[in-house]
């Protein structure tokens, strides 16, 4: 059951095969991003991100802009600019590095999201994967 990230998003990566290759690192990169959907700040960028994390955050954003336009297209009102650009791209490379066994206050170090925030996406990732 998936229920606590965007559940349209998930489904269309699952049936694209995306995450039929994926490592665990990488498989809870790209749910990390659907867990902390919020309207992404300008301090947020893909520039941070490895080429293999940015490879897969644009597949996130392919996926999630095919179930807008979806959702678009049955008459369902829906921004799809906003719907796009609330996938959090930050927290991709702190969860690849958590399941990477990286320890938290090196993580810490990495970003400017506060603590809780961080534990709580971990928390609600674990409980997806």
Not at 5 to 27: K, P, Q, R
Not at 30 to 50: F, M, P, Y
């Amino acid at each position: 059951e998936i229920n606590n990230c965007d559940e349209l998003i998930a489904t269309e990566l699952i049936f694209d095969g995306v995450f039929n290759e994926l490592s665990l690192e990488n498989t809870a990169a790209v749910l990390s991003c659907l867990i902390d959907k919020d309207e992404r700040s300008e301090g947020q960028s893909t520039d941070k991100l490895s080429p293999e994390l940015k490879n897969l955050f644009r597949k996130v954003h392919d996926a999630a802009r095919k179930v807008a336009k979806s959702t678009h297209l049955c008459k369902i009102d829906i921004d799809i600019e906003k719907y796009i650009n609330s996938l959090n791209v930050n927290v991709m490379s702190i969860c690849h590095s958590w399941c990477g066994g990286a320890m938290f206050s090196d993580l810490m170090k990495t970003t400017e999201m506060y603590e809780g925030s961080v534990i709580r996406v971990i928390r609600r990732l674990e409980e997806l994967l």
